[in-house]
């Protein structure tokens, strides 16, 4: 396997740093042209205390760039907001959020209505008497609005919300994710800090990486 690293220099590396790092069977995947760095995928098998990276002239450090962890279960009680929610009743009711990001799912669990006791929507009369089988829409969208900055530069029904890459989605998680679908080891589950309120998506940057910045 590999791992996706940053490789710190006490310079600006040169060509010659890439085919050192690259000798050793990592692949450079960018040089940015501000940083001292070079981000790259590193065999595991040479992350070690005796490692040959130790030996990269002007190495300063290496840093893991990791995998994203779920941690909301945890970061609303640390910051005290389930006692916001319990003593003082504000959930985020009445307030509409705008996330400018790579766009919001809307079909994700936690953001695709305002209860998730009805996450698969709700019956609405049939107009049809003679069909036994009611029409099942989601009456209750979280996301109140959709535009498209990026493609088509105009308004999108809401109920087509989606999200060009992952990370918009996240943040309309942590701001107003209702907690639906996966749940933490104890059961917990990942709920925003204001999970009663309205998202806006206003799609501006396309799908990308860390390293993309």
Not at 27 to 40: C, E, H, Q
Not at 62 to 86: C, F, I, K, R
Request: proline letters at 6%.
């Amino acid at each position: 396997g590999y791992a996706r690293v940053f490789v710190d220099y006490d310079h600006h590396p040169s060509t010659a740093d890439v085919k050192a790092l690259e000798d050793l069977g990592a692949t450079v995947t960018m040089r940015p042209i501000y940083l001292d760095s070079l981000v790259a995928n590193v065999p595991l098998d040479i992350i070690h205390s005796e490692s040959p990276l130790l030996q990269l002239s002007g190495l300063v450090m290496l840093e893991d760039l990791g995998l994203a962890e779920t941690h909301m279960n945890e970061a609303a009680p640390n910051m005290g907001v389930d006692q916001v929610w319990s003593q003082y009743g504000y959930d985020g009711t009445g307030v509409t959020i705008a996330v400018l990001d790579t766009g919001v799912r809307g079909d994700h669990e936690g953001l695709n209505d305002m209860d998730d006791e009805l996450t698969i929507g709700c019956e609405q009369p049939d107009p049809d008497p003679l069909n036994p089988n009611p029409i099942v829409i989601d009456c209750d969208l979280k996301i109140s609005a959709f535009y498209d900055a990026v493609i088509t530069d105009s308004e999108q029904p809401a109920e087509e919300s989606y999200d060009s890459g992952t990370h918009g989605s996240h943040v309309a998680g942590i701001a107003a994710g209702t907690g639906g679908g996966q749940v933490s080891a104890d059961g917990a589950r990942y709920i925003g800090v204001a999970p009663g309120a309205w998202v806006i998506n206003i799609l501006a940057c396309c799908d990308g990486d860390i390293q993309d910045i």
